[in-house]
C-alpha cells in the first residue's frame, strides 16, 4: 500500500521539483496538493502548482487553494530569489485543469476525518499558514495525522531570510508555533540539510540529459535558482531544499539527525522564526522533532534523476 500524502506548498521551483518527485514515486500516493501564499502570492502558487502537474501529465490530482497571508502577520514573499513567477527558469504553459472549489483548509480537515487514523502524512514546504489553521479550526483532526514531514527552519545554518530564521518558519512564526507544540511526530528538513545537497553543473546536467520536457524544466528552474544562492554564499551551487522531504519518506536511509526539542521564536527583537534546536540537549525539554542534520547529497541525486526520469 503506497503511503498517503498531502503536499502543503508555495511553488517555487524547489517546491515543483518536490512534486514532481513524489508524483513519480509509486511508493506514495498524493491525495493532494494544497497551496499557501509564501514564496510568492496565493495566486501563483495555486496556478504553478497545476504548471506542475500538468508537466507531469497528472491532471487527477486535486490542487486546492488556501490561505493568501499568515494567520496574524503581513505577507512576506521571495521574488528575489524564485523570480516574479516563483517559477522563473521555464517556459511552461498556462494550466487548463481547474482550481478544486473547496478551500485547501477544509480539505485537510475533511481528508484527515475521512481517511483511516493514522494513514495520512503531511508534507509541508511552505509557511505553515495552511496546517496550523486547519489544526486550530478542528482540533480533532491532529491526532489523526500520522507524521508531518516538513522542511523548514535551522541550526547550525541559522537562517537565510534574516541572520535567524529560515524562510518558511519566518513568514508565519505563529502558525509554526501551532505546528511544533501539536504533538504530532515531525521530521523537521532544516537548511543544515538542503545547504548540502547543492546543484552542481554536473547534478544540472544530469537532469537535462534526460531529453525529457520534465527534464528539461528541472534544468531551466536550477539554473535559475542557483543564480542566487551562488552569489550569496559563493556555494558551487544552489540548495535544492523542498524534495529532500519527499526523498526522507522514500530513504529515510540517506538521512541522519537526532530527537530534539524544537521551540519557535515568536517575540525576538532579532530571531522571530528562529528554530530555537536544542540540538545537545541542554534545555531539558521534550523532544517534539527528528531534526535532520545530515545528507548522502550523491545518493539524493541519483534518486531525484532516476525518479524524474520515469515521467
Ligand atoms: C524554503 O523557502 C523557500 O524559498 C523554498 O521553497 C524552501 O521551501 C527554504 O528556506
Ligand atoms: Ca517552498
Redesign the pocket.
Known sequence: MPQKIIIDT??????AVAILLALASPELEVLGITCVA??VPLARTSRNARVVCELAGRVDVPVYAGCDGPMRRSLVT?EH??GKTGLDGADLPDPTMPLQPTHAVEFLIDTLRAEPAGTVTLVP??PLTNIASAFERAPDIISRVQRIVL??GAYFEVG??TPAA???IYVDPEAAEIVFRSGVPLVVVP?DV?HKVLTTPARIDAFRALGTPVGDAVAGWTDFFERFDMAKYGSDGA?L??PCTIAWLLRPALFAGREINVEIETEGRFTTGMTVADWWGVSGRAANALFLGNVDADGFYALLTERLARL
Open positions: 508555495d511553488p517555487g521551483q524547489d517546491d509564501g514564496n521571495a530569489v524564485h514546504i511552505g522542511m523548514g537565510n531570510i529560515e524562510f518558511n537548511l538542503t540548495p531544499h523542498d
